[in-house]
Every structure is written in structure tokens, then in C-alpha cells.
């Protein structure tokens, strides 16, 4: 650990080069800039190319991916996303190992470590996690169901202080795409489909975890993935050479960036280009990663956004998770491109940071071959150490294991997550007297509940016939694919397989069913509406909010973040840039019952 020392005027510094001298960026007195030129001028190349690497992390070393000792010590890396995290107590403590073994190199830049996000339902290794103990609310698109920027902005808040707590300060996350192509798998993560409401969710949220400034009670916000990832050709996702491009059939790539220009006004640190081919758009037909026109010309030019620019993870390299598998690099477009002329090309295009690598020899070695000069490299370099200053982590980057093991987690925290969890419940369609004649204590059949939580509500039965009513809860309907990394992702059909809708409708005729549906895309609900005592549309909640819903007249006050489309020829003949597209849609973007 760096010694902390009183200079002779009696102001507390950290000795960060542990030479006994507070050197202006050790001093906490001078403006952010300041601190950043001084400690910019004593870098050396090496430790330069090391700010401009995002790499992987799990809390503790193991085979996985390379040490954080050989990583921060011997590569000069300081930025590191978080894979695992066993509980906030071991976060905190990895947090503090990490930032001794920083606190030992030459300079004692301290360590930035960052997220997927970890405060909702969906776990896939590469967009988002539940692991670590965290309170959990609905996925984004629920909090844009709740059509409430108070709420969600204090819900942000709310976990923004538990990432503080076990040491993670960038939030790899909010997305300001938007959900226009219903196919799609990633819309769980977005705000949804109306520009309009999406924007006001977006600021709300980065307000809540920056604050009115980045300071040291923030999370910075990385709003990805510019300059808006929704518009997938044909739904298809960008983590797969087959959805490498987007579609703009529309011309509607302004309607993309109204959020993004809500982020911008929000204040958001730093941004992440997306994966793909902005194929239509008017826009140079390679991925944004790679993309002078999206980056210097749309992000730095158009909207004068002179923050961190990261690009999304392993475009150059991609990954192995070893034992499992190999991931193929996202480098769409320029496939035909040495290594080398890559990272020139996104360098060029204007990136800061190159997310998911490790590899900071790649940046010395375009330096000293004189394909770029250090000065473009100081650009960067600049803006990664201003964010790093502003955060506070020169000057305290540790945290308190014990008080991460009591916030993260509180009850709080999780009364709040299961507030916005219930003001997010969208009642689709009823038959209003069905339910209300059931006993006092009905006979329950349930699935996809977990049975000690329905006991609660009645007497669980095994046969839907001897039952006073079912519950069911259901995933959206989707094409299970082959690999492991695309079951993780689901896509291609909205539509339940017939076999599936015969035996929900034949179900719902035995006795009053109640149907939910997890609504992580837009499903073709059709052919169960008429069948239904009661269509629910859920995005993230636990059991007993539904069934307080269904049993207790509790309200299921949300407003429906996007239109529900009637049939999959309606989705497939709609364009994927252009909102509320489907033809004759079941329910529109905004529906929200009578209580």
C-alpha cells in the first residue's frame, strides 16, 4: 500500500512514486488537469499503451485469463472489466489487492475496475451477470416500463452505491440502443422502442449513477453501444459473424441517435461504439469499432464528445474460455486486415481505450515503427487519467470489506429493487371477473414458480383440473441455437411452436390460468389473449409480486416499452430501423390496463 504522508503545509497526499514528495499529481488540491499533464509527462510509452488496454478480470487469480500481478505489474494495465464475483466482501477484498499491487509500481496509478451490469435477471457471459449478492430490480426495458425517470433515477443511485462499495467505478452499461427490430436479443437491455421515453429513461439513469458531476461518489456511466446497436439485420446479433450487419431499409438512423444525444446532455463519461456494420446508413461500411466516420466524425465531431471512447470487447482478438470455447474476434468488415492494421484503423478512428485486450505492445510498436505518433497516444492517455482523477482513485481507491458485506444486498436496497420490480408488471389483457370469484385459500396449479412461494398464496396441486386456478410463468418464445455461446442469446421466432400454444390453450380451457410472460423480446401473444384469465407481461420479478398480482389484487401498473406484434409476418415484413413497424400490432408501444 502507498504511504500516506502530510506535506510540510499540512495538507494528506499518497506518496504515489514513493519518493517522499508530494509531486503535483499527488496533490489533491490542483485542478484534475493539472495533475493529469504532470503525471502524463512522467509516463513512459509503456506505461502509456497500458492505460489504453480494458482487459478481463475475475475476483482471484486462476487459469482462466492472465494475473492481475503480471498484468498491472509487468503490462502497466489499470482498467479491468469484472467476470466473477463470488460476494461483495470478496470483491471489496480483490478490489484492495488490486490496488496494492498498483500502489507498488513506479507511478502507483491506481486500478479502475468496471461491469457488465449485476442488478437484474439475465446472466450471459458477455453482457451481464447475477452473481455477487446484488439487490436486483427488472432488466432495463422494465425500468422503462415503468415510465418513471424519479424512479429510476433513484433506483440507479441505489446501485451505484453497492458498485462503490466492492470497488467497481465504470459501469459497463446503460445501452442507449433502441428496440425497433423485435427480433433482437439484446432488447431486454435497452429502454425500448420509442426514442422519446428511452431518452428520458437513459438521463435518469446516468444521473443516478454519476450524479450532477463525475466525482468520487460516482459510477461512470459507459453508454454503449454507439451509434445505436437496435437495428440488426433480419434481429441477427453482432456477437456472430451472421449478424455482422445492421439495416436501415428506414433511412432512419437519425431516429437512433435522439437518446445518444440525451446521454450526451446527461453528462455520460465514456462511450462504447457497437460490433457492427451500420450496412444503409449512409455510414463507411465497416464496424463501428473501426469507423473514422461514426467515431471522429459523428461522436467527436457532431456532438463535440471529448470523453473516454472504449470499444466493445475482443473486437481484435476475441476470446477463450478455456476447456469451452474459442470466440472468433468482431472485427467485421476488416476481416481482410493484419492485426496490426487493425488497431492502426481503430486508433485512427479515434478509440481511447481497446476493450477486452491486453496486449499494450500493439500500441508501443505502432509508435515506434512511426505509423502514429506518442501525441495521438497522450490524446487518449488524457482523457482515460482525467476520468481516473475525477473518480477519486489517486487519491483513495480502496474500500471497506465489512461495509461492503452489509450495503450490498441490504433490505433497502432490495425493497426498492422489488418496488420498481411491481411498477414495472404490465397487465396485457383480462376477462375481469374471472379471478374474482376463487375461495379464500384456492387450490394452486403453478409453473416455472418456485413452490415454497406459491404455498404461500393457496394449496398446490399437481393436476391443473383439480386446481381453482393455475399460474404460469413463461420465457418469450425463441430458436434454441447450437454453441455456447449463442444459447445464451435468444433469437429468430416470436411465435410459441405449436405443440407449446395447443397445450397452454388446452390448459387455460381445464381451468382460469393466468399467463406471464417474461416479455426479454416483443412475443406474438395472439393465440394466447383469448385463452388467458389474465396476460401479464413481466421484466424481471420474483414470484411472490406476480402472484400478489393475481391473488391479491395488487396492481400491475406498467406501460408497455414497445409494440407486441400479432404474427411473425408482420415482423419479418417490417423494417428494422423504423419504430412501430409491424403491421396491425396485438397491443402498441404505451398500453398500460386499467388498475
Keep these: 500500500m502507498v504511504s500516506r504522508l502530510v506535506h510540510h503545509d499540512g495538507t494528506p497526499f499518497r506518496d504515489l512514486n514513493h519518493n517522499g514528495t508530494m509531486e503535483p499529481y499527488e496533490d489533491p488540491r490542483l485542478p484534475v488537469d493539472d495533475r493529469v499533464e504532470d503525471l502524463l509527462g512522467r509516463m513512459t510509452l509503456e506505461e502509456k499503451a497500458g492505460q489504453m488496454c480494458h482487459g478481463r478480470m475475475t475476483a482471484g487469480d486462476n487459469g482462466f485469463m492472465p494475473s492481475g500481478a503480471d498484468l498491472i505489474a509487468e503490462r502497466h494495465i489499470t482498467h479491468f472489466a469484472m467476470v466473477q464475483v463470488p460476494s461483495a466482501g470478496v470483491m471489496a477484498a480483490w478490489n484492495n489487492h488490486v490496488q496494492d499491487l498498483a500502489a507498488a509500481t513506479r507511478l502507483g496509478i491506481p486500478v479502475t475496475l468496471s461491469s457488465d451490469p449485476r442488478h437484474g435477471f439475465t446472466a450471459n457471459p458477455m453482457t451481464a451477470h447475477t452473481d455477487g449478492g446484488f439487490s436486483p430490480g427488472p432488466e432495463p426495458i422494465g425500468l422503462a416500463a415503468t415510465d418513471d425517470p424519479a424512479l429510476v433515477e433513484e433506483f440507479a443511485a441505489a446501485i451505484g452505491r453497492e458498485l462503490r462499495a466492492v470497488g ?83 433511412d432512419n438512423l437519425e431516429y437512433h441517435l435522439r437518446p445518444w444525444e440525451a446521454a450526451f446532455a446527461a453528462g455520460t463519461a465514456q462511450v462504447m461504439p457497437c460490433y457492427s456494420i451500420p450496412s444503409g446508413s449512409g455510414l463507411p461500411e465497416v464496424a463501428a469499432n473501426f469507423n473514422h466516420e461514426v467515431i471522429t466524425g459523428l461522436l467527436r465531431g457532431r456532438y463535440g464528445f471529448d470523453g473516454v471512447v472504449c470499444t466493445d470487447f475482443n473486437s481484435l482478438t476475441g476470446m477463450e474460455i478455456p476447456g469451452i470455447v474459442q470466440l472468433p474476434p468482431r472485427n467485421w468488415g476488416v476481416e481482410h486486415l493484419s492485426l496490426a492494421e487493425q488497431v492502426l484503423m481503430q486508433l485512427d478512428a479515434g478509440v481511447d481505450q481497446l476493450g477486452g485486450e491486453t496486449r ?47 450495503l450490498v444486498g441490504a433490505a433497502e436496497t432490495r425493497l426498492l429493487g422489488r418496488r420498481v420490480q411491481q411498477r414495472s408488471l404490465v397487465r396485457l389483457t383480462d ?84 399467463i406471464d410472460v417474461h416479455l426479454d423480446r416483443p412475443a406474438v401473444l395472439t393465440g394466447l389473449a383469448p385463452a388467458a ?43 428494422e430501423d423504423v419504430p412501430f413497424d409491424t403491421a396491425e400490432p396485438f397491443l402498441r408501444c404505451g398500453h398500460r390496463a386499467p388498475q
Aim: a negative charge.
Design 168 to 250: 467497481i467505478r465504470v459501469a459497463i452499461h446503460p445501452m442507449a440502443d433502441l428496440a425497433t427490430e423485435p427480433r433482437w436479443a439484446r432488447i431486454s437491455g435497452t429502454f425500448g422502442e420509442d426514442a422519446d421515453r428511452a431518452s428520458r429513461m437513459l438521463a435518469a439513469y446516468i444521473r443516478g449513477m454519476q450524479g450532477s458531476a463525475l466525482g468520487p461518489d460516482s459510477v461512470a456511466c459507459m453508454t454503449k453501444h454507439f451509434p445505436g446497436h437496435g437495428p440488426q439485420a433480419r434481429g441477427e446479433d453482432a456477437h456472430f459473424a451472421y449478424g455482422r450487419h445492421q439495416a436501415f431499409p428506414g
Design 360 to 406: 499494450p505492445d500493439w500500441i508501443v510498436d505502432a509508435v515506434r515503427s512511426g505509423t502514429i505518433g506518442e501525441e495521438r497516444v497522450d490524446t487518449s492517455v488524457r482523457r482515460i487519467l482525467r476520468d481516473k482523477f475525477r473518480l477519486g482513485l489517486f487519491d483513495d481507491p480502496y474500500v471497506d470489506a465489512e461495509a461492503a458485506n452489509a
Design 431 to 514: 376477462r375481469a371477473d374471472t379471478l374474482r370469484s376463487l375461495p379464500g385459500t384456492p387450490a394452486l396449479y403453478v409453473e416455472n414458480i418456485a413452490p415454497g412461494t406459491a404455498a404461500r398464496y393457496g394449496r398446490l396441486v399437481d393436476r391443473p383440473e383439480d386446481a381453482d386456478v393455475a399460474v404460469l410463468r413463461l420465457t418469450a418464445p425463441y430458436e434454441k441455437r447450437e454453441g455456447f455461446l449463442e444459447q445464451h442469446f435468444h433469437a429468430g421466432s416470436l411465435e410459441f411452436p405449436a405443440t407449446e400454444l395447443a397445450r397452454i390453450q388446452a390448459l387455460c380451457a381445464t381451468v382460469p390460468t393466468v
Design 533 to 575: 384469465a389474465l396476460l401479464l407481461g413481466s421484466f424481471g420479478a420474483d414470484d411472490d409480486l406476480l402472484l400478489d398480482v393475481v391473488l391479491r389484487h395488487a396492481p400491475a401498473p406498467g406501460t408497455l416499452p414497445f409494440d407486441l406484434p400479432s404474427s411473425m409476418r408482420a415482423v419479418e415484413d417490417s423494417r
